[in-house]
């Protein structure tokens, strides 16, 4: 049986609709006539739409009404005993008691509402479009004719001509194509090249002195294995690859824009990903335990616990915490979610079909609330929830989070109740003072006076959450969990929260058949039944796209070049045959990350130099047919860390704990005090970039110039631009000056080392390669020139200059006037600080240092 909605089924469901709301009729007349004129007279005030609305409960839309506000769903269809709609309205307290400040319902009004709950709660039913359930005409023949759609084949490796050149059957499907064409393959790369290529490539670090010299001694085939053999084996590996999901899962450490909440416990996922590629963990395998790790069974706590930390791939994402209202907030994250795994693993663009039917790929919007049924089904596990213009910790949530196995001792129940009588003592005060002229006249400093009772009262909020939440001490993770209400959900009209179409039985995408599909176990969410379909060996898709992706890691270009999108819009390969045969060779060989990129880095095609004869380029300007291998750019982690490698500062252990591990989750302004905290971090630390703080909008200087990911959508492949800031920063970043000045110092303090042999070093460390003798000479005449007193007075000025115009800058942010609003000004500005040597000498070497950091040979990768 098919999990997914059919055309026929659909138009039975809206027909089966059609025939509720007539029968329905005159229970929603009873609505109109008694329960809405309740509602909007009582409650409109402060619960709709055109209101801030308080306690985040809606009642002037259904679903606002059933998915409630802070305190949960406000009725339960059949269940007047629990909805807490009637136990606020008859509170006998009246401070309690809604509506607030009027009189209360009268018996009769009661009595309606009683009524209208254990009916079922009819509301009158959204207008449906004609053209829902209605498929379009073209959509069959995509299906049957779109390439990435079809079935997996099962190509032969074809006959070549030259038959000495490939070393297996992936060089075969190259070599058959340049043929064809009429081209043939560059020489091979010189063994400094390839050595510096498979270095960075496999773990974005670069190769040290000894590791060159021992390479070429021996550049065999079989002393080239076991380089990529020991590379393999290495943590380095599992940094760099895990890098790389890391993008294509928009990994960050804050919720983002809007209002910047961060992520305390997110570098756990981050280190679960690192571990699983290290440990060489399929991929089927990786994919099942993101989106449904805590369905999956384990052996002890341990495990349950690594299970439960790979559900924060589905938790992590932007969220607008802003958000007015809670149904919205819920199916905007939602959204997110779907558009993460069907990208991530498919290369489609599902989120397009939220609206209306996919403009482009035939997904219609049924398929997307048949997946939205399944993330509604959840429970996301962020520890944050909505609220409109809140503060402090409001937008906290520790019941919304997934705590861990660990069990923590209750802290004493005195110290509790002695905190608790504080926090109430400190709200009390500031609700007193809040708003009132009184709190909104200017103190002596020119700010609010009502604001030290807001901090104060926030500070002693914090303190007791730490000391009674087991949260707080770090036994938990953002991930997801299924929600206690397992259900299908409605197609929302136009994609509107609130305009509820028919409901959509929860499965899958229809745009390809996947044979052996599970049905969704009715009491679950059905994520554990997609995590399943997405990963059969029979989804033509997830193989494809997973491979390409490795493909373009170590080749520069992916198969498809549009890595993210295998849908009508995308590109087609240039290489179909080679493609099935990777996806095909993938999942034979265990779904292995690491076997696949082993098999192709041995390849003759893989090794190539990377020359560029002009009839070739003339003929294949794109080198899409792969006669060479193409240059890339570093990419901005690349660039820091080599650099730190080449100063020798570079530390490869992990730091102890990860900076965002101290802040709470209260916002975070970009040029708060947090923010700055977390920049001055990011400055000073010498692990590698994987270890940095990666908050959203906070992103480490070092990695600023040179295209970083973007964190909030999934990101298979990043930009890679050569702009002039590129340029600018290599000569004037206070990190590229530090670095260069701990090199230069090294230099000088080695002794016995000839100025020769310095400049020799240098190059190794930082191009992989030994200078020429041309190129010593005239690295030996910069230096010598460089330490006469022109140059050391030019740069001495230069640095002096820089420090006044930013003295300058920051004093004219830190006078500006007080914002008459009651925000805390303690902006932090950015600045950056002198480097200079201590000497003429170390200044020239510093000098040459940086100036061969700044040339094109150290960014790219040949």
């Known amino acids: 049986m098919k999990s997914y909605v059919t055309r026929t089924g659909l138009f039975l469901l809206l027909a089966v609709s059609s025939a509720q709301a007539a029968d329905d009729a005159g229970e929603v007349e009873f609505f109109e006539k008694k329960i809405r004129p309740i509602l909007s007279g009582n409650c409109y005030s402060c619960h709709a739409a055109d209101t801030k609305v308080a306690g985040g409960l809606r009642v002037d839309d259904l679903n606002g009404l059933l998915v409630g506000g802070d305190n949960g769903p406000a009725i339960v269809k059949g269940d007047p005993g629990k909805s807490l709609l009637l136990q606020r309205i008859c509170q006998t307290d009246a401070k309690r008691r809604m509506p607030r400040d009027s009189d209360p319902l009268t018996a009769e009004q009661i009595a309606d509402l009683t009524q209208w709950i254990a009916t079922g709660a009819a509301w009158p039913v959204v207008g449906v479009p ?6 379009r005409a073209d959509y069959q023949e995509l299906r049957k004719t779109h390439w990435a759609w079809q079935p997996l084949t099962k190509p032969s490796a074809p006959q070549v001509a030259a038959s000495s050149w490939p070393v297996g059957d992936v060089d075969r499907f190259i070599l058959a194509k340049l043929e064809s064409a009429k081209l043939e393959p560059v020489k ?61 899962a928009r990994y960050g450490e804050s919720t983002g824009p809007s209002r910047n909440i961060p992520y305390p416990f997110a570098y756990k996922y981050k280190d679960y990903v690192l571990d699983a590629v290290n440990r060489d963990l399929p991929f089927d395998r990786f994919i099942r335990e993101q989106i449904a790790g805590d369905l999956l069974p384990a052996a002890d706590n341990a495990e349950r616990d690594r299970l439960l930390t790979a559900t924060g791939f589905l938790a992590l994402g932007v969220k607008d915490v802003n958000q007015r209202f809670k149904v919205r907030f819920q199916m905007d994250n939602v959204d997110e979610q779907i558009d993460t795994v069907s990208r ?49 910790l409001d937008y906290y949530d520790p019941a919304m989070l997934v705590k861990l196995s660990h069990e923590v001792a209750p802290p004493p129940p005195e110290k509790v109740a002695e905190l608790q009588a504080r926090v109430d003592e400190a709200k009390k005060a500031w609700d007193a003072i ?8 200017r103190a002596a400093n020119g700010q609010p006076t009502q604001r030290p009772f807001r901090l104060k009262y926030e500070r002693l909020q914090a303190e007791f959450q730490q000391l009674s939440d087991p949260v707080s001490q770090g036994y938990a993770v953002h991930g997801v969990t299924d929600s206690p209400t397992v259900a299908d959900t409605q197609l929302r009209i136009r994609g509107e929260a609130e305009n509820l179409g028919p409901v959509v039985p929860r499965g899958f995408l229809t745009v390809f058949d996947v044979p052996g599909s599970p049905s969704i176990n009715p009491g679950q969410s ?11 060996a029979e989804n033509p ?15 520069g270009q992916g198969l498809v070049s549009t890595v993210d999108n295998f849908g009508i819009k995308g590109d087609v390969p240039t290489h179909p045959e080679l493609l099935d045969y990777l996806a095909n060779d993938f999942i034979a060989g265990g779904w292995s990350t690491k076997k696949l990129v082993r098999e192709l880095v041995l390849t003759h095609a893989y090794r190539l130099g990377s020359e560029a004869p002009q009839d070739h380029v003339d003929q294949d300007p794109a080198n899409r047919l792969i006669w060479r291998h193409s240059p890339r750019r570093m990419d901005a982690e690349e660039v820091r860390d080599a650099i730190l490698a080449a100063s020798g500062d570079l530390q490869l252990t992990p730091p102890a704990e990860a900076a965002v591990k101290e802040l709470r989750m209260v916002e975070m302004r970009d040029n708060g005090r947090e923010a700055a905290g977390i920049q001055n971090k990011s400055n000073t630390a010498l692990h590698r970039s994987i270890y940095l703080p990666l908050l959203r909008g906070v992103i480490p200087r070092a990695l600023e110039a040179f295209d970083p990911v973007t964190q909030t959508l999934v990101t298979g492949q990043r930009d890679a631009t050569t702009v002039p800031t590129q340029a600018l920063f290599m000569l004037n970043s206070e990190f590229v000056r530090n ?40 690295a030996l005449d910069f230096i010598d020139a460089y330490q006469s007193d022109d140059f050391a007075l030019a740069d001495n000025e230069s640095g002096q200059q820089s420090e006044e115009a930013s003295t300058e800058i920051a004093a004219t942010a830190d006078g500006a006037a007080a914002n008459p609003d009651d925000v805390p000004r303690d902006d932090q500005t950015a600045r950056e600080g002198k480097v200079i040597a201590d000497d003429s000498q170390t200044g020239a070497w510093m000098a040459f240092v940086q100036s061969v950091f700044a040339s094109a040979e150290f960014r790219f990768i040949r």
């Open 739 to 778: 670095e260069a000045l701990a090199s230069a110092k090294r230099i000088r303090t080695e002794g016995g080392s000839t100025a020769q042999n310095a400049i020799t070093q240098v190059y190794l460390k930082a191009l992989g390669r030994a200078p020429s003798g041309d190129e010593v000479k005239r």
């Open 541 to 555: 898709l997830a193989p494809r796209v997973a491979v390409n992706r490795i493909w373009l890691h170590l080749f």
């Open 526 to 536: 059905g994520r554990l039944e997609l995590a399943e379909w997405l990963t059969n």
């Open 344 to 392: 991530s693993v498919l290369g489609l663009t599902v989120s397009c079909a939220r609206c209306h039917d996919h403009k482009f790929d035939p997904i219609p919007a049924t398929d997307y609330y048949s997946l939205a049924g399944i993330f509604t089904s959840t429970d996301d596990k962020a520890g944050v929830r909505n609220k409109m213009g809140g503060n402090g």
């Open 130 to 135: 004609f053209s829902i359930g209605r498929e």
């Open 434 to 441: 809040r708003g009132t002229p009184e709190g909104l006249k």
């Open 188 to 248: 091979d790369a010189s063994p400094e090249v390839l050595l510096r290529r498979i270095t960075f490539d496999l773990t974005g670090l670069p190769p040290s002195p000894a590791e060159i010299a021992d390479f070429l001694k021996d550049s065999s085939l079989a002393a080239y294995e076991k380089v990529v053999d020991r590379l393999l084996a290495s943590s380095a590996f599992g940094e760099r690859w895990g890098r790389h999901w890391l993008d294509v």
